[in-house]
């Protein structure tokens, strides 16, 4: 009895500190939620301030466009509806013909690159993976003259096509690279059970592969279809009719010599941003995946 006796409160300051270790845990995991919570919104307003004083000037009054109020007195919309009557629309369309065709080149020929190189284990194969990877070193600046002159050698100057052959040149070897680690993270394993099932080689690649290298896929895009719509420098030399350049090269024309529409700039400059964040919303979910290829085994 007396053995019980004192057994019994020894038990019950373990019992009660149990509680208090679980709510010191939770303190201090809420406390690390709240300082990581509070610095991804700081870090998300010191992104989205940018565009929004982009969407503020462009709402601004011309008499107030060097007011240091950051908020207008009035909204004017007035930039939002003229710029359409500058043939901005032309140029929209061209940025979208131009990007969309680029993008779409692109996959067509980075798809069976990757593919076969990360399938077959030929001679000179890391050879020409590295080559893929030294051509990223070259800015297009430093290629301009090359450029142009073989461009007007084929007699494609000022045309949409030649744009999107360069745009495409550019962007390819990242795509083949990315779709590469893409496809080599896959099992052949897969493609070798469908191919006892009775199924093609092409067949096999066409529902089993490319459905599973999706998000390599969409990443190959979002990055092929964002560089081509920002590009400015080729698109500035290689056109020389308002109709024909695309979007990045008709905002520069607001911007003169001895004055610049900032109305009209900002304007443009929003419309420019928006058909990007409407596709980057859609597919967002897969470029996520798609930046992790190839890096478990």
Partial sequence: MATTLLSTPSSAPQTSQAPRATRSRRRRATGRTIVLATVAYLVAIVFVLPYAEMVISGLRPANELSARTYLPTALDWSN????????????????????????????????????????????????????????????????????YREFLSLNLIDSIAALILVNAGFNLAFATWILNAYFASIPVELEEAALLDGMTRLGALRRITIPLAMPGIVT??????????????????????????????????????????????????????????????????????????????
Wanted: glycine fraction near 10%.
């Fill in 80 to 147: 939002f509806v003229d710029i359409w009557s500058t043939g901005l629309a032309t140029n929209l369309r061209v940025s979208l013909i131009v990007a969309g065709g680029a993008t779409l080149l692109v996959l067509a020929v980075a798809l069976p690159a990757a593919y076969y190189t990360a399938r077959h284990r030929f001679r000179g194969r890391g050879a020409f993976l590295l080559l893929v990877l030294v051509t990223q070193m070259f800015q297009p600046a430093a290629m301009l003259v090359g450029i």
């Fill in 220 to 297: 190959a895009l979002i990055f092929t279809f964002i560089g081509t719509w920002n590009e400015f420098l080729v698109a500035l030399t290689l056109t020389t009719t308002p109709e024909n350049q695309p979007l990045t090269v008709a905002l520069n024309a607001y911007i003169g010599q001895y004055q610049v529409d900032w109305g009209h700039l900002f304007a443009g400059s929003v419309i420019a941003t928006i058909p990007v964040i409407v596709l980057f919303a859609f597919i967002e979910g897969k470029v996520v995946g798609g930046l992790t290829a190839g890096s478990v085994k």
